[in-house]
């Protein structure tokens, strides 16, 4: 028991415990502890007088956290004890990311006035601008019993760990990566394709101020010697965000905030050929034999199919990235019925069928913003513009 803030003593066996106080008004805190962190509680202001006082306090039994129902990527179905409190009020249902947390530093996810209703359903719930629950996250849940007559009584804590992917179960691809060989890049690089013979890189210089051009150089290099090929200049205000080879032609993804466009460029000539404005947001290209694929960076962004004979969009897929509570979407590259995607914060790249269905992930020791398939090889841009060449084996 606490008196005004201070240590008052401990109940005896019969739950009864004798203090002498001054005249005036008292506040006390009885708590009740039971040694798995659940614990009943109550506070209350006395005002004593001149004759003896007698205060019985009846604290409730704590319910306990079981087992959840159902656990996913973005939702948990919590359960608990049905409270046995004559006076109960209402439910509280907290949680953390920590274990070591109470009514006071917890994030409040429920509350429940029925005290026969020990369940709720939480999913898509943002806190501090981020998502409480996500894949493959550690969240701790208490639940707290409050009393008509102020007494509150703590559940034990919950542990709960929410699958790394919502597909996990059906995954039929696995590959392990080997680093090969690496290089650096000249400049910043901002793109990467393959013509089935060479490699071609896109690089970007800064020039002068904020609105003047920029340099955007391509360059054709031989895979094994790196020697240069083929090399093509022009000038952009824009910033690309990738490339990609259709057979034919590079295509190229140029942002702007009022000017998106995808280009097509002649490998002989370097001439501009085609262009469509695009929608925002691209981080990536990837070419699937009939669609130009887009990977968008915002939040909850999608990976795009683009027509190039009109350049519609064709449909969407749901990035498996949008999954995590942070993730922003990079590099994609496509060989026959795999398409890999990358992200800036998870070193996995993740795989998803022609259908856009998650089928894999793959263990990778760096973040790659762009991504192309050259044979059985995959190149990897790193975000300081190191060139990784990486063998794929089955798993």
Request: hydrophobic share 40%; proline share 4%; aromatic share 10%.
């Amino acid at each position: 028991m606490r008196l005004n803030g201070v240590e008052a003593g401990w109940t005896d066996s019969a739950g009864e415990l004798t203090l002498e106080l001054s005249q005036g008004q008292h506040q006390f805190e009885l708590q009740l502890g039971t040694g798995d962190d659940t614990f009943s509680r109550f506070e209350q202001t006395l005002e004593k007088g001149t004759e003896p006082q007698e205060v019985s306090v009846r604290l409730p039994r704590p319910v306990r956290m079981l087992a959840p129902s159902e656990v996913t990527t973005s939702s948990v179905h919590l359960v608990w004890e049905q409270s046995d409190d004559r006076k109960f009020r209402e439910y509280k249902v907290y949680a953390s990311h920590s274990p070591a947390f109470d009514e006071t530093n917890g994030v409040l996810v429920h509350v429940g006035t029925e005290v026969s209703q020990t369940d709720a359903q939480l999913m898509g719930r943002y806190v501090g601008g981020g998502l409480l629950l996500s894949a493959d996250t550690h969240l701790y849940f208490r639940v707290f019993v409050l009393g008509e007559n102020g007494t509150l009584a703590g559940s034990n804590v919950l542990h709960v760990q929410t699958p790394k992917w919502a597909n996990a179960a059906n995954f039929t691809r696995s590959y392990r990566l080997t680093l090969e060989r690496n290089f650096a890049g000249a400049w910043p690089i901002f793109g990467v394709a393959y013509d089935g013979s060479a490699l071609w890189f896109l690089y970007r210089q800064d020039v002068g101020g904020y609105y003047d051009p920029d340099t955007l150089t391509l360059v054709q290099r031989d895979p094994v010697t790196l020697a240069v090929l083929n090399t093509f200049v022009f000038e952009d205000y824009r910033v690309p965000t990738g490339m990609t080879w259709d057979g034919s032609s590079l295509w190229v993804s140029l942002g702007g905030s009022n000017n998106r466009q995808l280009i097509s460029i002649n490998p002989v000539t370097g001439a501009h050929e085609q262009a469509f404005v695009t929608t925002e947001g691209t981080e990536s290209l990837a070419w699937t034999g009939s669609l130009l694929l887009q990977s968008k960076g915002y939040i909850q962004g999608p990976i795009e199919r683009v027509d190039l004979a009109t350049g519609g969009i064709a449909g969407t897929f749901i990035n498996p990235f949008t999954q995590r509570g942070a993730h922003r979407a990079a590099g994609i590259a496509y060989r026959p019925g795999e398409i890999w995607g990358s992200d800036l914060t998870h070193s996995d790249l993740v795989i998803l069928d022609d259908a856009g269905v998650h089928i894999g992930v793959v263990a990778s020791a760096s973040i790659y913003r762009h991504m192309t398939f050259m044979g059985d090889r995959l190149v990897g841009i790193t975000g300081d513009s190191l060139v990784h060449v990486l063998k794929v084996d089955p798993q």
